[in-house]
């Protein structure tokens, strides 16, 4: 199936221009994650962890209420040029600040600006890809362009810690490690040209005329889609069950690999430990996007989204509970493949299910949704945790948010 869907050019043409967005998107996390959690020249705890985590997942849900109703109005195919000149200059502005030592806000603050930008593009992304393939592959073309995306993304995070093997992990080594995430930005909006004007939408405008009173609705209007969309409507229970679990597991596994772990023979600690994490992650990504499809189509869409919240709950309590760093990164695996799983059933359905005149509002609403509940979890889990990330109670609550989490869906689809 995939390779009829590279058949397609100007869906090959999307999914280059995916690439190469996700690519600096992997690589501006891992570089600023460097620069302040595993920076001898910086103090990192729970709340700056917690920091960390907001300004990279607030701009998703800061952005998406904006980004939904200026993607439903203005022609997607500028938005990814324009957008990716942007961040590529807030990349390099963040970069010169990690080298200056700026700190906290400041710093957070530029950050929240790149991602901010990235989510805005990525939404166009998602909005876009109804107009390069039939509708009948829209599943099949989610779940390829995200899966092996999502493994781009990750390869980005690996260029960026090799790089800081070459730089250096102080303040200076962080900023140049940092600053290379500009070339997926570069590129980005070299390929973004290539589209014709218009081609990616939208095709009709459900919009005021006023751009500000358009903006200002975007976030009610998508509310309302999702509202009246069944599907959709319990797909955002999953996820947001999915992601406030995954949020608790995610700042306890950044404590332990900063503070407890040590090396286990090929397993590591520190921050390559958190890139073995993200390997893991993108191999449990890519096991989804292979599986889901063929899952859906043999089962049907309610339960692969129960299974999938249903393993992840499962390797939550009985791979993650040990806390030890080989079933730490089994853990990682399964949650993120399950996660995926869900992730791609909800897109697909956004995709199907939701007309084009307000389907950019919906991913908006989706990513606010999704990111917010996120960065609430870290919070929260910041409140709580020790230092050490030792903290076998705050596993357990993650455990029982998936299980609340099947039976919110069940109940929404009943």
């Not at 607030?58 to 904006?66: C, D, K, N, R, T």
Request: with cysteine; charged share 10%; proline share 4%.
């Amino acid at each position: 199936m995939p390779r009829a869907l590279l058949g397609i050019p100007e869906f090959r043409k999307l999914l280059y221009l995916r690439f190469s967005m996700h690519w600096g998107d992997g690589a501006f996390q891992a570089g600023l994650a460097g620069a302040v959690l595993f920076n001898p020249e910086r103090a990192a705890d729970a709340a700056t962890i917690a920091g960390g985590f907001a300004a990279l997942l607030l701009p998703y849900s800061v952005v998406g209420p904006f980004a939904g109703a200026l993607l439903d109005r203005w022609d997607r195919r500028r938005v990814l040029v324009v957008a990716n000149i942007l961040r590529g200059l807030a990349v390099v502005a963040a970069a010169a600040a990690v080298g200056a030592g700026v700190e906290g806000l400041p710093l957070f603050s530029l950050a929240l600006l790149v991602m901010g930008i990235s989510r805005f593009a990525g939404a166009g992304l998602s909005a876009s890809l109804p107009h390069v393939v039939p509708a009948e592959r829209i599943v099949t073309a989610n779940a390829f362009s995200a899966t092996v995306g999502a493994t781009i993304a990750v390869l980005g995070g690996a260029c960026a810690i090799g790089l800081r093997a070459v730089f250096g992990t102080g303040d200076t080594g962080s900023a140049w490690t940092t600053s290379f995430a500009v070339l997926g930005s570069v590129l980005g909006a070299v390929l973004a040209t290539r589209f014709a004007r218009g081609s990616l939408g939208p095709d009709t405008v459900d919009e005021p005329a006023n751009a500000f009173v358009a903006v200002a609705a975007g976030l009610v209007s998508g509310a309302k889609a999702a509202a009246r969309t069944p599907s959709v409507r319990a797909g955002l229970i999953a996820l947001l069950a999915h992601r406030a679990a995954f949020g608790i597991s995610l700042l306890l596994t950044v404590l332990l690999m900063r503070y407890s772990f040590t090396d286990v023979g090929p397993l590591k600690a520190g921050l390559p430990g958190l890139g073995q994490v993200a390997l893991m992650g993108g191999a449990g990504i890519l096991l989804a996007g292979l599986l889901t499809p063929k899952a859906v189509s043999r089962f049907g869409r309610r339960r692969v989204v129960v299974c999938g919240l249903g393993v992840a709950a499962a390797a939550q309590a009985g791979l993650g509970l040990p806390l030890v760093l080989p079933t730490v990164l089994l853990a990682a695996f399964v949650i993120t493949a399950g996660g995926q799983v869900i992730k791609l059933c909800v897109d697909a359905a956004v995709q199907r299910d939701v007309g084009d005149e307000a389907r950019g509002r919906v991913f908006a609403l989706y990513d606010t949704l999704f990111n917010t509940m996120q960065v609430a979890a870290v919070s929260f889990a910041a409140a709580f945790a020790p230092l050490d990330g030792y903290s076998p109670g705050l596993l357990v609550v993650a455990t029982v948010l998936y299980l609340v989490g099947i039976a919110g869906y069940l109940v929404a689809t009943r």
